[in-house]
């Protein structure tokens, strides 16, 4: 019996943590008590001087455990009852039967009356039984929150007897089959959990099959000693309760119970998820982290008196609207009310949906390109992978690429530099930018040499008429600084050594005549 209750509870804890949102479980956990008379007969009991004819008060205790066999029965049909499969211990009672019996024991020398020899005292005869069944039947919603259960069940009905005597025990246990039929009307109190509800209810139970010769005790041994019990060679002709069926009152906590107007709607508002995921082109793409970042962010909870917060101060419409619309497509509300409240508000916008997905796409579409946020214009490519706009914005998002490329060649303001990103993008976006500063760098150093190569680079170029008026006017003779940079490394270094070989040089003949 206890690893029976073990095994509800770890049941139960298991039914607790199931999400009967999204998968329609439906399960439940019930316990019943009744008030029964329990009548008990034996004619010709072995010892006794009198027959048994008890009439015992009992208060019988069911306990059961239901599931329902279709996940989600017939999906999208409108049907308000629930087909269950289960399992129940019933019939948990105990009672007396009987104490001090007069009984004569004929030991084949003689027949001994225990009142007689004082030994009629501390004698007693009880009972315990419980009925493990297996169940199967079905549940009707009558009306919002009133419904009607019926079950059939079949098990073993277990009948143990305790024959107590000068402070010695002797149990037996007797097995009959046993069938019957109950049914519950049930009434939701509330909802003591996320979808988990609170029902009392009245129960009804009827047994069918007949409890005959159930043996209670061993025969008296022919001579002993000492007096046996009593109640030895008990074999009841009859158990049966007095009332042909058993009423009581039934607790139950209901999971994943659903009324007539919670599954319309649910199907309704499953209908308009996939309105939503098909007029979308929003992918399937948030995580459990991100719906609770938008419920936080976005505040999508009902106030005290169920309606949506004013969210105008920090975002514009078209930004609610949108985020609303996403977190009930790809993400699930604490409950089927605030859910319907949130696609009230939705439907206030009294925008079509595929239009409004037609304004956003195209308002996002700006507001990216006016942005030049690459993250951003990879984002819309993402959430918009079909959008007539893609060509737009894979070529600004190129541009920036080498936007970024080219800042970093301006950060080096060297010709190498400049000259290089030319040669590697002969088409690039920033060849005007590179010609420019290319002529900066040859108006600072203003050499003779260095004009004569940019006139020779771009006989084309934005600063020809410039370079030629420069050309005539200067008259350094120094090397082209455009050939010492673009020159290898080891060409450079010897050309920076000549110098300094000429600079000491240079040096040393000043000082000569300075001696002189």
């Known amino acids: ?166 402070g010695h025990t002797n149990q037996h246990t007797s097995m009959a089959p046993t069938a019957f039929v109950s049914g519950a009307l049930e009434y939701r109190i509330a909802e003591i959990f996320q979808d988990v509800d609170l029902k009392i209810g009245v129960n009804v139970r009827r047994e069918f099959l007949p409890y005959e010769d159930i043996k209670a005790t061993d025969k008296a041994p022919k001579k002993v000693e000492s007096i046996p019990s009593g109640y030895s060679g008990i074999t009841f002709d009859e158990i049966s309760y007095k009332l042909p069926v058993r009423i009581g009152l039934e607790l139950s906590l209901d999971f994943g119970r659903e009324s007539r107007r919670d599954r319309r709607m649910r199907f309704n508002l499953r209908d308009r998820d996939g309105v939503l995921r098909q007029n979308s082109e929003v992918k399937d793409t948030l995580t459990e982290w991100d719906c609770m970042a938008i419920e936080r962010d976005y505040r999508f909870f009902l106030d005290e008196d169920g309606e949506l917060p004013d969210m105008s101060e920090s975002f514009t419409k078209a930004q609610f609207s949108d985020v609303l619309e996403s977190f009930l497509a790809f993400c699930h509300p604490a409950d089927l009310a605030t859910k319907e409240k949130l696609y009230a508000s939705l439907d206030t916008g009294r925008v079509q949906l595929k239009e409004y997905q037609t304004q956003q796409e195209d308002s996002r579409f700006e507001q990216v390109m006016a942005s030049n946020d690459p993250e951003l214009l990879e984002m819309y490519l993402e959430y918009y992978p079909d959008s007539p706009h893609r060509a737009e914005v894979e070529a600004k998002l190129n541009v920036l690429g080498e936007y970024h490329k080219f800042r970093e060649i301006q950060a080096k303001n060297t010709f190498k530099a400049y000259l290089t990103y030319l040669n590697d993008n002969p088409n690039g976006a920033f060849r005007k930018e590179a010609e420019t500063g290319i002529f900066e760098l040859v108006k600072a150093g203003n050499r003779k040499k260095d004009y004569e190569i940019y006139l020779k680079r771009f006989p084309e170029g934005m600063y020809v008429q410039e370079a030629t008026a420069a050309l005539q006017a200067a008259e350094t003779e120094q090397p082209s600084m455009i050939e010492v940079q673009t020159q290898p490394e080891e060409e450079q270094e010897e050309v920076q050594s000549k110098k300094k070989g000429k600079n000491k040089k240079a040096a040393k003949s000043k000082k000569k005549g300075k001696k002189k």
């Not at 770890?10 to 008030?35: K, M």
């Not at 010709?44 to 009992?58: F, S, V």
């Not at 205790?61 to 499969?85: E, R």
């Not at 007689?116 to 919603?141: E, I, K, M």
């Open 1 to 166: 019996m206890r690893k029976v209750l073990v095994f509800l509870l770890l049941l139960g804890t298991l039914v607790c943590a199931a999400d009967f949102e999204r998968s329609n479980w439906h399960t439940q956990l019930y316990i019943q008590g009744e008030f029964a008379f329990l009548n008990i007969k034996d004619d010709d009991p072995e010892l006794l001087t009198k027959k048994i004819d008890r009439e015992a008060m009992t208060f019988p205790i069911n306990m059961g455990y239901l599931f329902s066999p279709l996940v989600t029965p017939f999906y999208k049909a409108d049907i308000p009852f629930t087909i269950w499969l289960g399992l129940e211990i019933n019939s948990f009672q105990f009672g007396e039967i009987g104490n001090t019996p007069a009984f004569e024991y004929d030991n084949g020398e003689e027949v001994i009356n225990c009142a007689d020899r004082g030994n009629c005292a501390d004698r007693s005869l009880s009972f315990l039984t419980y009925a493990p069944s297996v169940l199967a039947g079905f549940s009707f919603n009558i009306v919002g929150d009133l419904d009607i259960r019926v079950l059939g069940g079949y098990g073993f009905h277990f009948f143990s007897f305790y024959d107590e005597y000068l």
